[in-house]
């Protein structure tokens, strides 16, 4: 017999968060547990630096996690999304890690929201998707 925390099952996932819905918004995916049963819904790169756009079930909620392959760079990801319940527009920008996940703060389920991405090395604007969904 084993000593230590037990895996999550797929039950255990919205236990395991701690907010859900307008409650999670502008809060940390990670902290709030939201991440546990997050999917992503697309990635979009510009320069090599890469966005995802994820989603919780759980919670309800949207944040944009992003790397980059750029040692020193200010490489960044960035959320905006508008949500009518509060009528809030939501956003966030981090810098993008070198070789490892960032992530933004969560945006509630609304109207739409928008995953950008820029490459501090280009003079092009940063590369957004079009509105989700």
Not at 21 to 50: H, Y
Not at 63 to 78: F, I, K, L
Request: aromatic share 10%; with cysteine.
């Amino acid at each position: 017999m084993g000593l230590g925390v037990p895996a999550l099952s797929a039950d255990d996932s919205a236990s395991a968060a701690t907010c859900s819905g307008l409650a999670c918004g502008g809060k940390d995916p990670q902290t709030t547990g939201c991440s546990s049963d997050a999917r992503t819904i697309f990635e979009i790169s510009n320069g090599g630096v890469r966005a995802q756009l994820r989603w919780s079930a759980t919670c309800k909620n949207y944040w944009v996690r992003g790397a980059t392959p750029h040692s020193g760079t200010w490489d960044w990801v960035r959320i905006r999304g508008y949500v009518p319940a509060n009528d809030t527009l939501y956003g966030d920008s981090v810098r993008a890690g070198y070789n490892r996940w960032t992530w933004t703060t969560m945006v509630p389920k609304g109207d739409w929201v928008q995953a950008c991405v820029q490459y501090a090395g280009s003079s092009h604007p940063p590369g957004c998707r079009t509105r989700y969904p």
